[in-house]
């Protein structure tokens, strides 16, 4: 089916726009976007600059999908914003482009970006992630798979975000916070496993129990960071896909893991 796009819309000349698209009222297509197929861009919306919007997406009013970084050290060139498929961006969600040239601000699939949201320059963003109203992601900061973010948190530039954990609302993150918990506060600390996010994603109890334990070590146990992987390392399930996640994301963290309460 042809791109339904009302008469209203401006849509610019070399903007490539994919099967049964719809562009509502007023909205904004710059000239280098590349809409898939079946996505909604709704009334007064805007995709513009090195943009792909993967398919099945929907942009609501009122939206702002690839403009410019606000990084002061952008010189030019052409960075852009590459977006995976059926994502939903509400209300006044800003997802900016990276800011040096050839780089990507990144946006995985099937996540959910609640109203007035912003997601900065060269962030990268995996799948299946919920953010909730006002959140605010800063330059650079990754968030992996099945995170959720509370509403009002605020994201510092860098920060990492693990797998299945949750941002609770109103947080100020400023280290990274590790998969599988909940942080909350300001600044961020880690409270709790995420037992029922982890339940959703269908993990079994004995895997969740792999999660306590690790738990217990990080946070609980009164080891330092050093001492508590050491002793991750050498635990009798260390070839779990658990332990593996966590020494992993442990290993990439340059601003330090969020601490337990």
Known sequence: MSARIHPSAIVESTAQIGADVEIGPFAYIGCTAR???????????????NTVLGPGCEVFPYASIGAKSQDLKFKGGNPGVRIGARNVFREYVSVHAATADGNFTVV??????????HIAHDCQLGSHIVASNAFGLAGHVVVED????GGMAGIHQFCRI????MIGGFSRVVQDVAPYVIAEGSPAV???INKVGLERRGFTPEQIERVKQIFRILFREGLNRTQAFEKLTAHAQADSDEVKLILAFAAKSERGLAPGN
């Open 162 to 165: 693990g797998a299945y954990s």
């Open 35 to 49: 809409i898939g197929d079946g996505s909604r861009i709704h009334h007064h919306a805007s995709v513009e600059g």
């Open 108 to 117: 995985g699939d099937d996540n959910t970006f609640l109203a007035y949201g």
């Open 190 to 192: 880690v409270r709790v």
């Open 146 to 149: 099945y995170v959720t973010i």
